[in-house]
Nanobody, 127 residues
């Protein structure tokens, strides 16, 4: 599984940005997908996750109401729509895949449990 994240950039506070993650995988719908972010010197932080069918999503408290995760299994792509960006959202954003074909239970928010990671895309929000 290869994941390619894109869409990062420099924006101003209050702006919107949409990140994309394209997956090279035979059966994308076997995977729950997640977005995480990391600032140098800090641990990787959960941002959002979506179930393999797309019918269940969950966002972290710091982005709830501002960020939305979605996916299109026909396009092997997951997106993170970010609105009302704040300087505190500045980070490298990573997409990740969790093999969930046989999983029972809620979406996984722990980065250590994800199986595959993209290379990251930098989002910088200026004040």
């Amino acid at each position: 599984v290869q994941l390619q994240a894109s869409g990062g950039g420099l924006v101003q506070a209050g702006d919107s940005l949409r990140l994309s993650c394209a997956a090279s995988v035979r059966t994308f719908s076997n995977y729950d997908m997640g977005w995480f972010r990391q600032v140098v010197g800090k641990e990787r932080e959960f941002v959002a996750a979506i179930s393999r069918s797309g019918d269940s999503t969950y966002c972290g408290d710091s982005v709830k109401g501002r960020f939305t995760i979605s996916r299109d299994n026909a396009k092997n792509t997951v997106w993170l729509q970010m609105m009302r960006l704040e300087p505190g959202d500045t980070a490298v954003y990573y997409c990740a895949a969790y093999f969930a074909r046989y999983k029972i239970g809620p979406l996984t928010t722990a980065p250590a449990l994800y199986d595959y990671w993209g290379q990251g895309t930098l989002v910088t929000v200026s004040s």
